[in-house]
């Protein structure tokens, strides 16, 4: 079974430009979040789908960041402009939506961002 | 969402145990306490979680004290390929576990 995947694993890119993740959940998985770790700070939470609907995008920093799930299968998280300080690595994870309470998340590698 | 603190960094031996204990003072009633491990340029990946007690499967245990004030991630003879962080996390099913900083843990031969 194919797990997490994330593209591109790397990304390089100038300040102003525009950059779109892709995350592809395991198949079936209904919950899709999105994190990030800036250079050096922990693991921060950005937003949490159920299917296409964002539950939770508490964590999202600013309006620049723009995520999608259409048809709630893959995603998409598009920073644009991207700034000096979105350089990070972005990871994905999912989790079926059972009615067992269980923080059992399946992570991709991440996608690392470079913005210079 | 609850707190969690733990040691920044462990050192160990091949073939010792190692427990790694976290503090969580402020855990709510409906939270589970559950443990990950990263290595170096991947994503977290889920070792164990449990709600009170002790919980075992093929990797680690966790131990749960009565007021689940704490937890203690214990891993049975370490090989040096367990050399990686890991993190406590204390939430619900859906909510959004926060990571802290982790403990680095550097397993040598």
């Known amino acids: 079974e194919a797990g997490v995947t994330q593209f591109p694993s790397h990304s390089v890119i100038e300040k102003g430009q525009t950059v779109t993740l892709r995350c592809d959940p395991i198949?079936?998985?209904?919950?899709l979040y999105w994190y990030r770790r800036v250079m050096g700070k922990e693991i921060k939470f950005l937003l949490h789908?159920?299917?296409?609907?964002?539950?939770?995008e508490s964590g999202m920093p600013n309006n620049r960041f723009l995520a999608e799930r259409t048809g709630g299968t893959y995603s998409t998280l598009k920073v644009q402009p991207a700034e000096l300080e979105d350089s990070g690595v972005y990871f994905c994870?999912?989790?079926?939506?059972?009615?067992?309470?269980?923080?059992?998340?399946?992570f991709g590698e991440g996608s690392r961002l470079t913005v210079l | 969402l609850a707190k969690t603190t733990q040691p920044i960094s462990m050192d160990s031996y091949e073939g010792q145990e190692v427990n790694i204990t976290c503090s969580h003072n402020?855990?709510?009633?409906?939270?589970?306490i559950t443990w990950y491990q990263q290595f170096p340029s991947q994503g977290p990946r889920f070792i164990i979680q449990?709600?009170?007690t002790k919980v075992t499967n093929e990797v680690a245990s966790l131990f749960i004290p009565a007021d689940r004030k704490s937890s203690t991630l214990s891993l049975p003879r370490v090989s040096l390929s367990d050399t990686a962080v890991y993190y406590c996390?204390?939430?619900?099913?859906?909510?959004?576990?926060?990571f802290g900083k982790g403990t680095m843990l550097l397993v040598s031969p």
């Open positions: 449990g709600y009170k």
């Open positions: 402020n855990i709510a009633t409906n939270d589970y």
């Open positions: 789908f159920v299917k296409e609907s964002k539950q939770d």
């Open positions: 198949s079936g998985h209904d919950n």
């Open positions: 994870a999912s989790s079926p939506l059972t009615g067992e309470n269980t923080g059992e998340l399946f």
């Open positions: 996390l204390v939430g619900t099913g859906y909510s959004t576990l926060t």
